[in-house]
């Protein structure tokens, strides 16, 4: 006889039971989550919009504002992964998930008020404490609403947030810094994120952990079982290790793009931001659906197949991204950026979706994190200030110009090759270590 007791989770809050979740309301959370990514992305690369036009008003050099900008995020988001992670795995995702935006949102907000360099960086340091828990939790919760066999689709969807973030971040962004000036795009972008937490907390129900998954375990592993079952899931490392340097190569890359552009062509960020926009809201957008479609072909049943086109086409937009930097012709410029740009997409989703498919439910949110982890410190906290320092130390009497921002760009892109070598790495042990994650006993 079945108990009428409604299951709650360790901090009390009601859960939905196993597989109750109408196909309406699957769909909902994912598009919840979607838009917090949306924000998440949005509210941590606007910056990188009006980088230069920061940079000249607080009178630094391009490692003093890449530290304040990327670094001070970056430092404090990493940090803050894991025990935010380790609270995900045992206490309500809805709640943490909603918290996190509402502070980064209103810590956004504050950037805009900052009229020192001291001021900035305390609300960046802000946004990243609330963005640590977001990404990790939204995951945790979409893998107990999708079966595993659709959550790499739904991840894939879910990764649609990054480029309509970015899209909102440079060109929208760029936008309203022509007409109100830099400080005003923070404002714009705070209040969305303060609703949208609201909406989270109020509207989104905590599932049952493991629901959809054999073998629903009460307790969740500890934090150095965790990070031992991972070590041993060598396919899981390969492929954080692709999507860390993935990020590192694209995603560093793109932070400076803007101040590229501005410098190289003499643009506005408005312009500039018209030059990458609609490479990243429709060529970012096709990137993930076309991923997401492929892994649910029949011929993508085999997952070493995703990973072997996650290294191919990694391997052809690193060209791309050397010819970028490498042009002085912006027409040939903005060709390139048309194959460069979708790459550093098109691994999102397929990289959560196998990663939370190489962990166990209750490992999921850790694993994340991890993954979260090294992509961050490679794209935030390594390549902004690597390319500052590299500009400054290449400008003439150490004040940068184009050049030298050029030069310093060019000396990340190889980075983008030794991505695509732990892709394919990771075929070998694929699918073992898939089939060990359903079986492997706490």
């Not at 209103?106 to 990404?135: D, K, N, P, S």
């Not at 190489?358 to 850790?366: D, F, G, I, V």
Request: with cysteine.
């Amino acid at each position: 006889m079945q108990s009428s007791v409604t299951p709650q989770d360790t901090a009390g809050v009601a859960l939905a039971p196993p597989q109750s979740a109408s196909f309406l309301e699957r769909w909902y959370v994912l598009i919840m989550m979607c838009l917090v990514y949306t924000l998440s992305i949005a509210d941590r690369y606007v910056v990188s919009t009006v980088l230069e036009p920061i940079r000249l008003e607080l009178h630094l050099t391009d490692n003093g504002v890449a530290w304040l900008t990327g670094g001070a995020l970056g430092l404090f988001y990493v940090v803050l992964g894991f025990p935010l992670s380790y609270l995900i795995d045992r206490r309500s995702r809805r709640v943490i998930v909603s918290v996190c935006l509402v502070v980064w949102s209103i810590m956004t907000t504050l950037c805009g008020f900052a009229r020192t360099t001291w001021q900035f960086f305390c609300a960046r340091v802000g946004v990243g404490i609330g963005e640590a828990g977001g990404t990790p939790g939204a995951n945790s919760l979409l893998s107990d609403y999708f079966p595993a066999a659709r959550r790499p689709m739904a991840l894939t969807v879910f990764s649609l947030g990054a480029p309509i973030g970015a899209f909102i971040g440079y060109q929208i962004a760029g936008a309203i810094a022509d007409h109100f000036g830099w400080r005003a795009v923070f404002y714009v972008l705070g209040v969305p994120g303060v609703l949208t937490g609201l909406a989270v907390y109020l509207t989104v129900r905590e599932p049952r952990r493991g629901c959809l998954d054999a073998g629903d375990e009460e307790t969740a592993p500890s934090v150095m079982s965790t990070l031992r079952f991972l070590w041993q899931q060598r396919a899981a490392v390969h492929v954080m290790a692709g999507s860390a340097l993935s990020a590192l190569w694209g995603w560093g890359l793109v932070y400076w793009t803007p101040a590229f552009l501005q410098r190289t062509y003499d643009l506005t960020p408005g312009q500039a931001g018209n030059v990458t926009g609609m490479a990243h809201l429709v060529g970012g957008a096709l990137a993930t659906v076309a991923t997401g479609w492929l892994m649910a072909r029949p011929a993508m049943a085999d997952p070493r197949r995703i990973v072997w086109l996650m290294g191919a086409g990694t391997g052809v937009a690193t060209l791309a991204s050397g010819v970028i930097y490498y042009t002085h012709d912006l027409a040939l410029a903005k060709m390139m950026f048309w194959i460069f740009i979708p790459a550093i997409y098109f691994y999102i989703g397929p990289s959560f979706g196998l990663v939370n498919n190489l962990a166990q439910c209750r490992m999921r949110a850790m694993f994340c994190a991890t993954t979260l982890f090294l992509a961050n410190v490679g794209n935030l906290v390594i390549a902004p200030p690597l390319i500052g320092t590299l500009s400054d130390w290449f400008a003439p009497n150490h004040v940068p110009n184009a050049a030298s921002l050029r030069l310093a760009m060019l000396c990340l892109v190889p980075t983008g090759l030794w991505a695509t070598w732990h892709y394919f790495l990771s075929a070998r042990d694929l699918i073992e270590n898939q089939r060990r994650a359903r079986s492997f006993p706490l």
